[in-house]
């Protein structure tokens, strides 16, 4: 059983845990801080993370190395397209007696890396839509309860578009952040190259366990907000919204559609636990626009003149800012 004191204590044993998982992390995946810092934002948070590199930027090993750090159970499902639903919640099966049998599917476990989720056809993406949303799995009409804490890590390449099929806007929506992971540095590149070639084995060490993951999830709900911060982060998801009256004037030359009061939401709670992360007790707006760009750049769609102008979402969603 965890406790503390009050929540000032909670809250500095997130910090700390924080610190200490950057750490271990980048003993095994070299660079890439904010990255880490976004992906254990989201686990935090509760939400699910979307991942967008090309291939080898150790999206993978990533997952894997968090997976351990923080003693849970992983599984990575390779997306393809001939993969079926049911090899993502599982079926039913003859036992030996001519009874139905559920067979879990790896669905069931705490850390999913959805691997290229975009190569699979929208009916086998949706199996994960009521796993991501309700944390349930419906087989025959029978429901199971995922294991807890749960978490979607998906990767998407954005460079190879043939044979893949995009998600469509309300699973895009399901994800709290949008993840864009880019090369490293010559520095940082110059390290990998050296650690990853030469005779090193380190095993990170288990820093935090799957209750103090649900824990600091209800910490971070208690953590008071001010109503200015609150109307600063649905001010901000108006603004995208290319039609209504409150939109920017930018959104609406330039966007198709904007965010839902979803991204509203993601922007409060990953502010809350941004600013906990970072030692602070209550969000400001500062946090807000911390995690506006992982929040917004997934749940706006940009119109053509935007595209032949060259303007992407992140330049786009500074703008709003």
Known sequence: MIEFKNDVEAADCLKKRHDELLEEIGKVVFGQKEIIEQVITVMMAGGHCLLVGVPGLAKTL???TIAKVMDLGYKRIQFTPDLMPSDITGSEILDDDRKFKFMRGPVFSNIILADEINRTPPKTQSAL?????????????????LDEPFFVLATQNPVEQEGTYPLPEAQL????????????SPEEEYTIVKNTTADRNVEPRKVISAEEILYFRE?????????????YAVDLAAKTRANAPTAHADAKKYLNWGAGPRASQYLVIGAKTYALLHGKYSPDIDDVKAVALPV??????????????GLSEDDLIKRFL
Not at 129 to 139: G, I, K, N, S
Not at 173 to 184: A, G, Q, T
Not at 296 to 307: D, P, T
Request: proline share 3%.
């Open 173 to 184: 929506d399901r994800f709290m952040f949008n993840v864009i992971l880019d090369y490293p």
């Open 129 to 145: 839509l009521e796993a991501m949303q309700e944390h349930v799995v419906t087989v025959s009409g029978t429901s199971y309860r």
């Open 62 to 64: 990533l997952v894997n």
């Open 219 to 231: 910490l971070i709900k208690r953590v008071p907000v001010a109503d200015n911060v609150i109307k």
């Open 296 to 309: 917004l750049r997934h749940r706006i769609v940009r119109n053509y003149q935007a595209e032949a102008q």
